[in-house]
């Protein structure tokens, strides 16, 4: 199973594939009383590891971070600009993958791409 093993939030957008209408949202729609919106954007790969870029509406730069289990923390709140999350995988497989985000709005959502999962980098 892929898990996340490291995260940045930027400004630029990381010009990877734009395949966001490949990967199912679950929930479609956060909390109700959450502003931030996070959207799939792209993903690739980086090196041997797949790389999930994820686009996030907040009012100011964003922040993220890992747990334990790979699942992603977001930090914002408000809305009107466009950051790029970018999310490196422990695996190689961009087109397999599943990805857990949670932000400070309350809001939890799962991304998946493919089969989920994926193969670990050798």
Same mark, same amino acid.
């Given at each position: 199973? /892929?898990?996340?093993?490291?995260? =940045?939030? #930027? ?7 734009? $395949?966001?209408?490949? +990967?199912?949202?679950?929930? *479609?729609?956060?909390? =109700?009383?959450? /502003?931030?919106? +996070? =959207?799939? &954007?792209? $993903?690739?790969?980086? !090196? ?7 686009? +996030?509406? *907040?009012?100011? %730069?964003?922040? *993220?971070?890992?747990?334990? /289990? ?5 930090? *914002?709140? #408000? ?13 190689? $497989?961009?087109?397999? &993958?599943? +990805?857990?985000?949670? %932000? =400070? !709005? #309350? ?8 089969? #989920?999962?994926? !193969?670990?980098?050798?």
């Amino acid at each position: 199973m /892929s898990r996340v093993s490291s995260v =940045s939030v #930027g400004t630029n957008d990381p010009n990877f594939t734009r $395949d966001g209408s490949q +990967v199912t949202k679950s929930p *479609a729609n956060g909390a =109700s009383n959450d /502003s931030v919106t +996070v =959207s799939a &954007w792209e $993903d690739g790969t980086s !090196g041997t590891n797949a790389v999930v870029v994820l686009q +996030v509406n *907040a009012g100011a %730069t964003p922040t *993220a971070s890992t747990d334990a /289990s790979g699942n992603i923390s977001i930090q *914002a709140s #408000g809305r009107g600009n466009n950051y790029f999350l970018s999310a490196t995988l422990n695996s190689s $497989d961009p087109n397999n &993958w599943t +990805v857990q985000v949670s %932000t =400070s !709005g #309350g809001s939890t959502y799962t991304f998946t791409k493919g089969n #989920g999962g994926g !193969g670990h980098k050798k």
